[in-house]
């Protein structure tokens, strides 16, 4: 699409959609929202820019390896933790006791919920983004 | 040790999540992998049964949380079982795939076949274990979904085709188990399965629609998803379609864990006190009677190898279910002891198939005539699968046929004795010409030959598989034994 004033709009939009995107996950155990309606406005962000500028280029800004290795690793990552307390002699996935937990309401409180959400947005944010490249190279072929 | 069940479900999890990140420029680290996991996994499950044997059956909490916050797993003799199967006849399968999957599936698709398997594995032994109804439904999807792509991997058009009305019907059933949750979660306020069967009798009283449409879409949910005969019509495209190592899971193992998720649900969940309000058992017995004569029936008239396991699939799956909605202990017993008889068999008979294949290029069975004089093992076992589906004493497929015919009798309807004794008939039909036309048929001329004889890795799960049919219908006596408490536990609620 070529059309200069959304060109630039989105350009400058790309910054404050990302960042309110992280907020949404790192926030996701404190406030509404968490790791897939983060991941989402991620992912979104990226296909706003290959709809709107150029496909090939946000494929450059995030390539398909890039995508399969963040999608496995952050699934591991969630498996991981669950297996930490495992190790330490309690039932899968156990949290309190094992994570620390500062005083509520912190960024860091709730255990590893913050890790697990990160994760999740990890996941979500490249699954949008590799879902959209599919359905697109399709469409093209 | 009271660990296990997750242990086993997570290192599936893992392999299958690190196999495309290892597998990267790696194509033969997944299957490696794969291949160290299923097995290890069997052997932990071994030392687990071993355990419940000692302690007793227990649950597990994930998160340390107890019902009704947090998430059960059920170790009981029943989930054991169902796991154990998976393992045994996954290492088979795996081993199988080494040899087979090359000329199947591109090599670059390796890691993802793998990550696909290891995920259905793990799935499915979650399912077998899980004791909470929304776990039961993630975990469905999962393994539906993980089914869906291991057809469509070949990428050719007709496994595209295939897996896509796979996914289609599947998902109508994956809705209907979605909405038989929600009126159940409406009536009774939980999710975990005990305490639903506790609220089931107040809840039966107050609100006996909600209970009886929940229990009919989990029927026809399920009942799609394991190919309950009417609902069977996704089953013969997908499971001919796909790789072999692919068909042999899914036609041994995936259509029958859902099974068992819908008989553990019907019978300790819904209970002999639902049941007896409406005449749910009778239709489960005319609808598995009808797959038992129309999946033969249906065999008789392919001629391609592999639709005609599949339609086989779609007869043995009403065995199964036959055995189950008698109701008696014998019949229980039967239609447990023939999930694991017939994934014995057919992922025998699958794995054979795809030896043939890979070796001739054919599938038409009229034209395998003589196959036997260039492939004499597989032919071999082919035959102990093919008599063993026709239930000769001596194999195991006789034992499930002797249970479900004392099930029978013990039940009071001498009248499914006779379907039995006519579908091993027809099984006979179709499955021993084709054995005789291989072993005294003189060698077709036009034979294509593209591989002189098959690897090692192929030969020695076909015979292991064939030795177990043997094993099992000579010495059946353990098998029985935790089949015999996995059928008493559900007989007693």
């Not at chain 2, 017995?285 to 086989?312: E, H, M, N, P, V």
Request: glycine share 10%; with cysteine; hydrophobic share 55%.
């Amino acid at each position: 699409m070529n059309d200069f004033v959304l060109q630039t709009v989105t350009q400058i939009l790309m910054p404050f959609i990302q960042v309110y995107g992280i907020f949404v996950v790192l926030n996701g155990h404190l406030s509404p929202g968490g790791g897939f309606a983060g991941g989402t406005i991620l992912g979104a962000s990226i296909i706003l820019y290959a709809l709107t500028v150029d496909v090939k280029a946000a494929e450059g800004i995030y390539p398909d390896e890039r995508a399969e290795m963040v999608e496995s690793a952050s699934v591991l990552v969630f498996v991981l933790l669950g297996l930490i307390s495992l190790m330490m002699g309690r039932n899968f996935l156990t949290n309190i006791g094992i994570f620390p937990s500062p005083e509520t309401g912190t960024l860091l409180t709730g255990g590893f919920i913050m890790p697990v959400t990160l994760a999740i947005g990890a996941k979500v944010a490249s699954t949008v983004i590799t879902l959209f490249t599919h359905l697109f190279e399709e469409k093209k072929s | 040790m009271n660990h296990l069940p997750i242990v086993v479900i997570c290192t599936s999890l893992i392999g299958a999540f690190a196999s495309p990140v290892l597998g990267k420029g790696r194509p033969w680290l997944p299957g490696i992998l794969a291949r160290i996991i299923v097995p290890a996994n069997a052997v932990l499950l071994g030392i687990l049964l071993a355990h419940v044997g000692d302690v007793g059956v227990f649950h597990y909490f994930v998160g340390g949380w107890a019902p009704p916050w947090g998430i059960a797993l059920n170790v009981d003799y029943l989930s054991l079982y169902m796991a154990m199967a998976i393992h045994v006849i996954s290492t088979i399968i795996l081993v199988f795939a080494r040899g087979d999957l090359g000329h199947e599936v591109r090599l670059d698709g390796h890691r993802w076949y793998y990550t696909l398997f290891l995920l259905l594995v793990a799935a499915m032994t979650a399912l077998a274990f899980s004791n909470d109804f929304f776990n039961i439904f993630v975990f469905t999807e999962v393994a539906t979904i993980a089914a869906c792509a291991l057809i469509a991997i070949k990428a050719y058009r007709e496994c595209v085709e295939a897996s896509f009305k796979y996914l289609i019907l599947s998902t109508v059933g994956s809705g209907f188990i979605l909405l038989a949750l929600a009126l159940l979660y409406m009536v009774t306020g939980h999710f975990n399965l005990s305490l639903v069967a506790g609220e089931m009798a107040a809840a039966a009283e107050a609100y006996p629609m909600n209970i009886m449409v929940a229990l009919v879409l989990l029927i026809v949910g399920f009942g799609v998803k394991s190919a309950m005969f009417p609902l069977h019509v996704w089953l013969p495209d997908a499971h001919s379609s796909a790789p072999s190592p692919s068909s042999a899971i899914l036609s041994g193992l995936v259509v029958k864990i859902y099974a068992v998720v819908l008989i553990r649900v019907i019978l300790t969940v819904f209970g002999r006190g639902v049941l007896s309000t409406a005449p749910i058992a009778e239709m489960l017995l005319l609808l598995s009677s009808a797959a038992i004569i129309g999946g033969s029936l249906f065999a008789l008239a392919q001629r391609d190898i592999k639709r005609l396991l599949a339609y086989s699939t779609v007869a043995q799956i009403g065995y199964i279910y036959l055995g189950i909605s008698l109701l008696s202990e014998s019949g229980t017993m039967g239609g447990l002891v023939h999930i694991f008889n017939h994934a014995l068999m057919k992922t025998l008979l699958f794995l054979a198939a795809g030896a043939m294949i890979h070796q001739t290029g054919l599938r038409d069975i009229t034209k395998l005539s003589g196959i036997a004089k260039k492939m004499p093992i597989t032919m071999g076992v082919f035959s102990i699968g093919a008599l063993s589906m026709v239930g000769i004493p001596g194999f195991n497929g006789f034992i499930s046929k002797m249970y479900l015919a004392t099930g029978a009798f013990e039940a009071g309807k001498p009248a499914f004795i006779i379907v039995i004794l006519l579908s091993s008939l027809l099984n006979g039909l179709y499955y021993l010409p084709i054995v005789v036309r291989a072993f005294l048929g003189a060698p077709d001329e036009g034979e294509v030959f593209t591989r002189d004889r098959i690897p090692l890795s192929m030969t020695i799960p076909l015979v292991a598989l064939g030795l177990a049919c043997i094993y099992f219908g000579l010495i059946p006596g353990p098998l029985l034994e935790l089949v015999r408490r996995a059928a008493e536990h559900l007989i007693l609620l």
